[in-house]
């Protein structure tokens, strides 16, 4: 493929995009819309403009993004440590699963006010939220991953002696990769979502609060603000995971996307 | 030599209540190639198994090179029916993985490579070998660990007929630089008289030995000598003889209807009866 013809691709995905703008636009110039309830896309950029030149936005921007950090890598880890223990042995599988599997059922947003109860309204109930919402779906899949090796391979590692540790880092871990990052990146995505969540109930700051903010002064532009700069950050982060799995996992064997 | 490489007395193997091998005895000299074929559930494998160390609950006594049969021993090596690359690692490093991680770097891994004809092909994935490829890459990952006996389980049979032959050569040249001794389990008769120096011959089950070719014949051997397809013969007879349970379903088949012409287009009477006047030549 043509760099021309890449560009044009990418081009032809910006058409809707661009078209409802315009017709955004148009509308609240219009007067069809209330510029009150749905401000015009050209005062959201100067909204975003003032909070972003004040350093406000900036403020919001890295207390949210530090609370998914934190609590993806501590639910992330806790889901890696986990899995591997209900993966690699019938035993923990027997004692650990069915009690996990208990907890998953439970919707993670009733954890909110037992966690308020009893972590007070610090970054604690935040965080710990967030690593609940994105363990399940790693440690899901990695316990799936674990359990899908191929016994052919393992049985490859059996004919060169590998046993344990070395069995598990040489044979499942890679060949876990690819769900384990199935995990992860939704993981991640639901850590944002949490995060929202948690910002929107208790929060002085970060882009949870600036929502809660702007509805409570009425300010639909900073909710829709907060809004757009929630999906940048979400999809940039996935972006990371997402360059960083076609790195790892390029031996893969897949369909690319393209009929031959 | 005084004493065999592969020394194996198999009592018995069972799997469950399934009695699967019946006192096999079969010793192998260095330098041999032996071949074991037979049909399917004769135990062949399972045997080829036990030698590897794969399968430790037997009655018997296996020793190779006056030891037992252990997992990863440096004396043995393994190809499986299929390359079992692991998709992962690049070819370079899957012929080197007994070296750990990085075995690629292995100077012997290169060597191995431009004897199985990949040396372009050190830093590719699995991926992007044909099926050919990738057994001639898991051919070097047996050999890297310079195996006195190498085990193969049907080596060629997941590949065509072309490439098979060019991979028996290549097994043979390659085994004979490295002075190593084949033990192969294979369904090709063809094949087994080709490579080896003894054909044995089991039936089953459970399986037991019913005799034994040995295949004189020089190498290179030529594969339309006749004193091969002479072999070829004796080891259909051995196997004949062992009277093998077909599974005949003749008796159903002119016992069922037969398909009715059912049109397919009612509009098209001419192939109906085109059909129906092939349907009454006598095959």
Redesign the interface.
């Given at each position: 493929m043509s760099a021309l013809s890449i560009a044009a691709g990418s081009a032809r995905g910006w058409v809707l995009p661009l078209a409802l703008l315009a017709l955004w636009e148009a509308a609240v110039g219009a007067g069809w819309v209330g510029a009150n309830l749905l401000p015009p896309p050209s005062e959201l950029v100067h909204t975003l403009y003032a909070l972003a030149t004040d350093g406000v936005l900036l403020g919001h921007i890295g207390i949210s993004s530090l609370r998914v950090l934190a609590g993806f890598a501590i639910g992330a880890s806790l889901a890696l440590l986990v899995g591997a223990a209900v993966g690699l042995s019938r035993q923990a599988e027997a004692y650990l699963d069915p009690t996990f599997q208990a907890l998953r059922a439970i919707p993670s947003l009733a954890w909110v006010p037992l966690l308020l109860l009893w972590l007070g309204i610090d970054e604690a109930p935040k965080i710990t939220l967030i690593a609940i919402g994105a363990f399940f779906p790693v440690y899901l899949n990695f316990v799936a991953g674990i359990q899908n090796v191929d016994r052919?391979?393992v049985?490859?590692g059996?004919?060169?002696?590998l046993q344990g540790r070395a069995l598990v880092t040489?044979?499942f871990l890679?060949?876990t990769?690819p769900n384990l990052f199935t995990g992860l990146r939704s993981g991640l995505s639901l850590a944002w979502m949490f995060l929202v969540a948690a910002e929107l109930i208790a929060a002085t700051r970060g882009l949870g609060y600036l929502l809660t903010d702007g509805r409570e002064t009425a300010r639909a532009d900073l909710v829709i603000v907060a809004i757009v700069v929630l999906a940048l950050l979400g999809k940039l982060s996935d972006g990371v995971l997402q360059r960083a799995e076609r790195r790892l996992l390029?031996?893969?064997?897949v369909f690319d996307g393209r009929a031959a | 030599m005084s004493q065999p490489l592969l020394q194996l007395q198999v009592e018995e193997k069972r799997f469950r209540t399934h009695r699967v091998i019946d006192r096999v005895a079969l010793d192998i000299r260095a330098g041999e190639t032996v071949s074991l074929v037979g049909p399917s559930g004769c135990g062949k494998s399972t045997l080829l198994r036990i030698v590897?160390g794969?399968e430790t609950d037997y009655a018997g006594r296996v020793l190779v090179k006056g030891a037992a049969p252990q997992?990863?021993s440096p004396d043995v090596g393994?190809i499986?029916q299929?390359p079992?690359l692991?998709?992962?690692?690049s070819v370079a490093d899957n012929v080197g993985?007994?070296a750990g991680?990085h075995g690629g770097r292995h100077p012997r891994v290169r060597e191995l490579l431009a004897e199985v004809g990949l040396a372009a092909f050190a830093d590719a994935?699995?991926?992007q070998l044909s099926g050919g490829m990738a057994q001639r890459a898991a051919i070097a990952r047996g050999l890297f660990a310079q195996p006195a006996l190498l085990l193969l389980d049907e080596p060629f049979s997941a590949v065509d007929a072309f490439t098979r032959m060019r991979l028996q050569d290549l097994l043979l040249s390659v085994a004979a630089h490295h002075g190593t001794t084949l033990l192969l389990v294979t369904h090709d008769i063809d094949e087994a008289v080709y490579l080896s120096d003894r054909v044995v011959v089991m039936n089953g089950a459970p399986g037991r030995i019913a005799g034994e070719v040995a295949v004189p014949q020089p190498r290179p051997r030529d594969r339309r000598d006749p004193a091969l397809a002479r072999a070829e013969a004796e080891v259909l007879t051995l196997l004949d003889g062992g009277r093998q349970e077909h599974l005949d379903t003749a008796a159903d088949i002119a016992a069922a209807p037969p398909p009715a012409a059912a049109p397919v287009d009612g509009s098209a009477p001419g192939f109906l009866a085109r059909a129906a006047s092939r349907a009454s030549v006598p095959a």
């Open positions: 052919k391979l049985e490859v059996g004919i060169f002696g040489r044979i890679p060949a990769l390029a031996w893969r064997d | 590897a794969l997992l990863h393994f499986f299929e079992r692991l998709p992962w690692l993985f007994d991680r994935w699995p991926k």
